[in-house]
């Protein structure tokens, strides 16, 4: 069942709602560098409050005189948000062109500059959040709860607004593994990261229910805290318990595609065992190109700090590139009026 997985520290006892209003969640891009101030690419950081991202790519190509296809960005922001975001725009030798009309009371340019390089998808160290819970209510340990998240993190699954209104994505990913030609390839793209994105979550969530969280198997495939490396431990011994204790090394599951998988032994058998009725997702996945790679199995929020006013909590905290707000908050409360974001 679609956004049925698994929790680290069980059932949240607290309820609440997110996203009353825009401004209860904030999200800057953290992009980690700054414009090389020279270059045929211009770089904006622009903050908008009720606007998506695509809408505004539309304006921005509209006063460049440009194509659609020159404007870029680094992640995808939600709309019903106040964030801070990062804009590409490709003009070789063009003035900089006036950009001002784009304005208004719910969008400012905070910045902008000339760069180098092309501002691709990804190409952000991550994201800062401030968010605010309203009507919150339960009984529970809130304080241990919030600390808990703190120290061992909450599992890094996929946003539910990966697979779409009621799964829809995923539904669409498995008519064309089935045969179905899917010609536009922005949908194409965004149906295999669906399935992609299903598997991923299937496998975090079998290892939970197992309570294998912080458990090394013999075979597991393990990343290098900080980086995208992995590799595969045939047994762990002292050395390695060591690391893994000290946040060095973490676990990993799979991002399916075509080739062997990287985990061995018990940690194979683990993750095959929980993607074992979706052989269909996997061919197509492999049919389609993809190749096996990895994604850490926890999530570990940074700078996490909250303050509690009666019925209202507020949230900071910094993920790196790639991981959901709302998978932190799924652990924290239930909230039946939550939007999903699209911070990524």
């Given at each position: ?38 270059g045929e690419h211009i770089l904006l950081h622009i903050r908008k409050r009720g606007q998506n991202t695509q809408w505004v790519a539309r304006e921005l190509a509209r006063l460049a005189g440009v194509a659609q296809r020159d404007i870029t960005w680094a992640g995808l922001k939600d709309r019903h948000a106040v964030t801070q975001q990062w804009f ?254 699209t911070a990524e």
């Amino acid at each position: 069942m679609m956004n049925d997985w698994q929790y680290l520290h069980g059932e949240p006892e607290f309820s609440g709602r997110l996203k009353v209003e825009p401004e209860d969640f904030v999200v800057e891009e953290d992009l980690g560098f700054e414009p090389s101030g020279e270059g045929e690419h211009i770089l904006l950081h622009i903050r908008k409050r009720g606007q998506n991202t695509q809408w505004v790519a539309r304006e921005l190509a509209r006063l460049a005189g440009v194509a659609q296809r020159d404007i870029t960005w680094a992640g995808l922001k939600d709309r019903h948000a106040v964030t801070q975001q990062w804009f590409g725009v490709h003009l070789p030798g063009k003035e900089m062109p006036d950009f001002s009309p784009l304005e208004n009371d719910d969008i400012r340019i905070l910045a902008m500059g000339r760069h180098h390089k092309k501002l691709r998808v990804g190409a952000l160290k991550g994201n800062f959040f401030r968010l605010r819970i309203r009507e919150l209510a339960g009984s529970g340990d809130l304080e241990g709860r919030l600390t808990a998240i703190a120290e061992r993190g909450v599992p890094n699954y996929f946003g539910a607004q990966r697979f779409g209104f009621n799964g829809g994505n995923l539904e669409q990913a498995k008519a064309m593994f089935g045969g179905k030609r899917i010609k536009d390839r922005n949908k194409r793209s965004l149906y295999l990261s669906a399935a992609r994105s299903y598997l991923f979550n299937l496998a975090v969530s079998h290892r939970l229910s197992r309570q294998l969280a912080y458990q090394l198997l013999p075979g597991d495939c393990v990343m290098l805290a900080g980086n995208q490396s992995f590799f595969t431990i045939e047994d762990p011994y002292d050395t390695l318990l060591s690391r893994f204790a000290e946040g060095d090394i973490r676990l990993s599951a799979p991002l399916w595609g075509r080739g062997r998988l990287p985990a061995a032994a018990a940690a194979a058998e683990l993750e095959l065992a929980a993607l074992a009725d979706h052989a269909d997702l996997c061919a197509g996945l492999e049919a389609n190109g993809l190749k096996q790679e990895r994604r850490g199995l926890l999530l570990q929020p940074q700078q996490l700090s909250w303050q509690q006013d009666g019925e209202q909590l507020e949230l900071a905290f910094w993920l790196p590139a790639g991981s959901y707000a709302t998978s932190v908050m799924r652990e924290l409360i239930k909230d039946s009026g939550q939007h999903e974001d699209t911070a990524e």
